[in-house]
């Protein structure tokens, strides 16, 4: 198939655009319009109308050649291609085809049909679907190099011929067949190394520098100036620029847009925070493997969050602690579509208020999927259509009407490579098989660290490509969760009881030990006079998690304790020993601490119901220690604090005091 040369020399500019378009033969690239932005209100420095990369596209399509483009994760490869074959060839499809996540039956299979001639059964090759789109169309074929031996060899024959089986893809449309990949060995599963396939492609390896991922970010923000954003970036080391990618930027800028830490939009890669550090030097001999550069993570944040300030982006902060984070995120998410990560130890409540605040913000529930149970037949399975192509029927709750969010728990346990392989076009592309998910709002992984309690976790290692596609990613503690009200809500006064213990009576060791789920379990047990004991972790060999349950035990036999409960029972009393404290010393004794101990520790719902109680004790308390309830507070405890200390001054008043 014959198509009109591009010019790739042709320069536009804002006036000749409208002109260029109408005089551009039927077929060849349209040149692309200049749309003014606050970062760049006239076209940068050097501007043609086309990058490298895409003049690339444009020369490979003219040519009727096969392109083969390497280059780094997240530098707007992929992004380069959807957005210029839309904006530069009139309808003309762009069949996106991620190698990684194919099996052998997804692109070619046998089946038998019905010959129209002689009416008997015959057995036929059915190509996938998405390559009869019904116009023209460019075929790419993203992580090339990572696809299994046998999908190599399907693709080795598009690339070379263009042809799948039987089928011609020139006759089904195709203009253009381009692979694209990284060719770090950490992600790829194979090399090219046959002259025979080498010897079919023209290749372009290409930096950040040769896609226009600065002003496609710029067109997406209109309103922002980025300049002092990108000056920042392009004053980093090499090794910088390359862990901070383009991809990564864009999260970043997401993070602060929303009021969250720039350091959340930083890829947690196999369990850890992604550290900005220069290369290693060279060791006493010259050779490679010198000491790693310090880690200049904060430091960069900080500037880049000053870029962002300067440009219009008010409040951006590099690592300010966010109160009630997991809300936060899972609220940004179904609001702006991300794709996000919440880490955090086994049992804190993670799943349980996923999907609580799903229900809240969607009213349905979210798609649930576990990983360790979740086949490849659970998302989807290849079906031959009567049209005589290969199609992939999606699950059910994939195609179901309505705004919906998928929850995969346990993401770093996945069952198998192919299931997981298949789970990645999702969170990457928002689509399953090609197709996009209709109305999906958010997708929200929750995985476990690689290490807990000084033990090894069963959890699979990751690659910086495949952890910087989480918009944000969020590493919590078992504080971070509010599943106390929750048990307080579900099992009353006892649930305070055994929480008290909790926050008092354990270290942090053992707060570690004994997850909010082994304290429903022990609540549980406790209320069939079932031993506690037999709630805790198993170890193996007759030993259960090292938590001794003697205080516990005080505590459910009523022995003297102080908690909330016990101030309420003796206001005055414990009024009268802060008043004496406070005339002792400024900073107070042992009964200033109990008291800010029991108010520091205690649910929103406790203190509600103890209002008076804790206005009381609040007039008596040294300043120094008023002053911290407020700090790092959530919404819900900042609103409780403000009607305490208001209560506090009207007390202070009956008293006749200032």
């Given at each position: 198939?014959?198509?009109?040369?591009?010019?790739?020399?042709?320069?536009?500019?804002?006036?000749?655009?409208?002109?260029?378009?109408?005089?551009?033969?039927?077929?060849?690239?349209?040149?692309?319009?200049?749309?003014?932005?606050?970062?760049?209100?006239?076209?940068?420095?050097?501007?043609?109308?086309?990058?490298?990369?895409?003049?690339?596209?444009?020369?490979?399509?003219?040519?009727?050649?096969?392109?083969?483009?390497?280059?780094?994760?997240?530098?707007?490869?992929?992004?380069?291609?959807?957005?210029?074959?839309?904006?530069?060839?009139?309808?003309?499809?762009?069949?996106?085809?991620?190698?990684?996540?194919?099996?052998?039956?997804?692109?070619?299979?046998?089946?038998?049909?019905?010959?129209?001639?002689?009416?008997?059964?015959?057995?036929?090759?059915?190509?996938?679907?998405?390559?009869?789109?019904?116009?023209?169309?460019?075929?790419?074929?993203?992580?090339?190099?990572?696809?299994?031996?046998?999908?190599?060899?399907?693709?080795?024959?598009?690339?070379?011929?263009?042809?799948?089986?039987?089928?011609?893809?020139?006759?089904?449309?195709?203009?253009?067949?381009?692979?694209?990949?990284?060719?770090?060995?950490?992600?790829?599963?194979?090399?090219?190394?046959?002259?025979?396939?080498?010897?079919?492609?023209?290749?372009?390896?290409?930096?950040?520098?040769?896609?226009?991922?600065?002003?496609?970010?710029?067109?997406?923000?209109?309103?922002?100036?980025?300049?002092?954003?990108?000056?920042?970036?392009?004053?980093?080391?090499?090794?910088?620029?390359?862990?901070?990618?383009?991809?990564?930027?864009?999260?970043?800028?997401?993070?602060?847009?929303?009021?969250?830490?720039l350091l959340w939009g930083l890829p947690l890669l196999n369990g850890e925070r992604l550290a900005l550090r220069d290369a290693p030097g060279k060791d006493k001999d010259g050779r490679d493997g010198g000491k790693?550069?310090?880690?200049?993570?904060?430091?960069?944040?900080?500037?880049?969050?000053?870029?962002?300030?300067?440009?219009?982006?008010?409040?951006?902060?590099?690592?300010?602690?966010?109160?009630?984070?997991?809300?936060?995120?899972?609220?940004?998410?179904?609001?702006?579509?991300?794709?996000?990560?919440?880490?955090?130890?086994?049992?804190?409540?993670?799943?349980?208020?996923?999907?609580?605040?799903?229900?809240?913000?969607?009213?349905?529930?979210?798609?649930?999927?576990?990983?360790?149970?979740?086949?490849?037949?659970?998302?989807?399975?290849?079906?031959?259509?009567?049209?005589?192509?290969?199609?992939?029927?999606?699950?059910?709750?994939?195609?179901?009407?309505?705004?919906?969010?998928?929850?995969?728990?346990?993401?770093?346990?996945?069952?198998?490579?192919?299931?997981?392989?298949?789970?990645?076009?999702?969170?990457?592309?928002?689509?399953?098989?090609?197709?996009?998910?209709?109305?999906?709002?958010?997708?929200?992984?929750?995985?476990?660290?690689?290490?807990?309690?000084?033990?090894?976790?069963?959890?699979?290692?990751?690659?910086?490509?495949?952890?910087?596609?989480?918009?944000?990613?969020?590493?919590?503690?078992?504080?971070?969760?509010?599943?106390?009200?929750?048990?307080?809500?579900?099992?009353?006064?006892?649930?305070e009881t055994f929480l008290e213990w909790w926050k008092n009576d354990i270290d942090d060791e053992g707060r570690g030990w004994i997850t909010k789920r082994t304290l429903e379990r022990m609540i549980k047990l406790?209320?069939?006079?079932?031993?506690?004991?037999?709630?805790?972790?198993?170890?193996?060999?007759?030993?259960?998690?090292?938590?001794?349950?003697?205080?516990?035990?005080?505590?459910?036999?009523?022995?003297?304790?102080?908690?909330?409960?016990?101030?309420?029972?003796?206001?005055?009393?414990?009024?009268?020993?802060?008043?004496?404290?406070?005339?002792?010393?400024?900073?107070?004794?042992?009964?200033?601490?109990?008291?800010?101990?029991?108010?520091?520790?205690?649910?929103?719902?406790?203190?509600?119901?103890?209002?008076?109680?804790?206005?009381?004790?609040?007039?008596?308390?040294?300043?120094?220690?008023?002053?911290?309830?407020?700090?790092?507070?959530?919404?819900?405890?900042?609103?409780?604090?403000?009607?305490?200390?208001?209560?506090?001054?009207?007390?202070?008043?009956?008293?006749?005091?200032?």
């Amino acid at each position: 198939m014959n198509h009109p040369k591009p010019d790739l020399r042709r320069t536009v500019t804002i006036t000749d655009a409208a002109t260029d378009e109408a005089n551009t033969p039927a077929g060849a690239p349209r040149a692309p319009r200049w749309r003014a932005t606050k970062t760049y209100p006239e076209p940068p420095e050097g501007w043609t109308g086309a990058s490298k990369l895409e003049s690339f596209i444009d020369a490979m399509i003219d040519l009727g050649l096969t392109g083969q483009v390497f280059g780094e994760h997240g530098i707007g490869k992929t992004s380069t291609f959807v957005s210029h074959i839309a904006d530069a060839y009139e309808d003309t499809a762009l069949v996106y085809v991620p190698a990684a996540n194919l099996t052998p039956d997804d692109l070619l299979i046998n089946a038998p049909v019905r010959d129209p001639h002689s009416d008997e059964l015959v057995l036929r090759q059915l190509i996938m679907d998405q390559l009869r789109p019904g116009r023209r169309f460019v075929l790419l074929i993203d992580d090339s190099l990572q696809a299994g031996d046998t999908i190599q060899s399907q693709l080795m024959q598009v690339a070379c011929n263009w042809t799948l089986g039987e089928h011609d893809l020139r006759e089904l449309g195709c203009i253009g067949v381009f692979l694209s990949d990284n060719e770090a060995l950490a992600e790829t599963s194979a090399r090219r190394s046959d002259p025979a396939v080498l010897d079919r492609m023209a290749t372009l390896r290409v930096t950040a520098s040769d896609t226009a991922w600065r002003v496609k970010l710029a067109a997406k923000n209109p309103r922002l100036d980025l300049k002092p954003y990108y000056r920042v970036w392009a004053s980093q080391t090499p090794e910088v620029r390359r862990l901070l990618s383009p991809r990564t930027l864009e999260h970043l800028l997401e993070c602060a847009r929303e009021g969250l830490p720039l350091l959340w939009g930083l890829p947690l890669l196999n369990g850890e925070r992604l550290a900005l550090r220069d290369a290693p030097g060279k060791d006493k001999d010259g050779r490679d493997g010198g000491k790693a550069g310090a880690d200049r993570t904060h430091e960069i944040l900080g500037r880049l969050a000053a870029a962002l300030s300067e440009g219009g982006v008010a409040g951006a902060n590099a690592d300010v602690p966010v109160p009630d984070p997991v809300r936060r995120v899972v609220r940004a998410a179904l609001r702006n579509r991300w794709a996000v990560l919440v880490q955090g130890p086994p049992g804190c409540g993670k799943t349980e208020i996923v999907k609580q605040l799903v229900r809240e913000e969607l009213n349905a529930d979210p798609l649930y999927f576990s990983l360790p149970v979740t086949n490849v037949e659970d998302l989807c399975a290849p079906l031959p259509t009567e049209a005589g192509t290969l199609d992939n029927l999606m699950a059910a709750p994939f195609a179901a009407a309505g705004p919906k969010a998928i929850v995969w728990d346990e993401y770093n346990r996945p069952k198998d490579k192919a299931a997981f392989a298949r789970l990645m076009e999702i969170t990457q592309e928002w689509s399953l098989a090609g197709k996009p998910i209709r109305e999906l709002r958010a997708q929200i992984a929750l995985q476990n660290p690689p290490y807990h309690l000084g033990r090894k976790m069963l959890v699979a290692r990751n690659n910086i490509a495949q952890a910087s596609r989480f918009t944000v990613s969020l590493d919590i503690t078992p504080e971070d969760i509010p599943a106390n009200e929750w048990l307080i809500s579900t099992y009353g006064s006892v649930a305070e009881t055994f929480l008290e213990w909790w926050k008092n009576d354990i270290d942090d060791e053992g707060r570690g030990w004994i997850t909010k789920r082994t304290l429903e379990r022990m609540i549980k047990l406790h209320g069939r006079g079932v031993p506690m004991e037999l709630g805790k972790m198993y170890l193996g060999d007759g030993e259960y998690a090292p938590v001794p349950l003697g205080d516990l035990e005080s505590r459910l036999a009523s022995r003297p304790v102080t908690g909330l409960s016990e101030l309420a029972a003796d206001p005055q009393g414990w009024a009268e020993r802060l008043r004496v404290a406070g005339a002792e010393s400024a900073e107070g004794n042992d009964a200033t601490d109990t008291v800010h101990r029991v108010l520091a520790n205690a649910e929103v719902s406790q203190l509600r119901r103890h209002v008076d109680v804790v206005a009381l004790m609040l007039l008596h308390l040294p300043p120094r220690l008023k002053a911290t309830y407020m700090i790092g507070a959530a919404e819900e405890a900042q609103r409780f604090w403000i009607d305490a200390f208001r209560r506090m001054q009207e007390l202070a008043s009956e008293d006749g005091r200032s």
